[in-house]
């Protein structure tokens, strides 16, 4: 099966009082592929994740995804290998060096929401991630032509 290896990794947005969570993945040169804002880190929603990845328009399918040590994602990803929605020759695997791409990408996201100071409403939080996430594509040359 060819393709690549997807890193997954989530962090937290203040939006209003509470926070809410980022999960974010990067192939390993660390171009973002697919990102989701959730109110919840929780099986659900991780579910929800690789159900958006899968669906994104990327070249290639994964042949592993590395993730952190989030409880949740064992167990949404065994559910979604099941429901045909990752491929079944595709991997999962726990490994904290492999995950360093997606937490420096995380880094350069906070420091734009630090900028804009806090979200009043999950929506346009949503929102703005999605511009600051396309501005990012643009600027290192990403951009499918």
Not at 13 to 27: E, F, T, W
Not at 74 to 83: K, V, Y
Request: charged residues 30%; proline residues 1%.
């Amino acid at each position: 099966m060819g393709g690549t290896s997807y890193r997954v990794g989530e962090t937290y947005i203040k939006v209003g009082k509470s926070c809410q969570y980022l999960s974010r993945a990067a192939d390993k040169e660390g171009q973002t592929i697919e990102f989701m804002l959730s109110a919840k880190r929780e099986v659900s929603a991780a579910k929800r994740f690789f159900k958006k990845l899968m669906r994104a328009e990327h070249r290639r399918l994964p042949f592993s995804i590395s993730v952190d040590k989030n409880a949740a994602y064992p167990e949404a990803f065994s559910t979604s290998r099941e429901g045909r929605v990752v491929a079944k020759g595709c991997k999962f695997r726990r490994m904290k060096y492999l995950h360093n791409v997606i937490e420096q990408e995380h880094r350069f996201v906070k420091k734009e929401v630090r900028a804009s100071q806090c979200f009043k409403g999950f929506h346009t939080a949503g929102r703005t991630l999605e511009g600051i996430e396309a501005i990012k594509v643009m600027r290192k040359g990403w951009v499918n032509r």
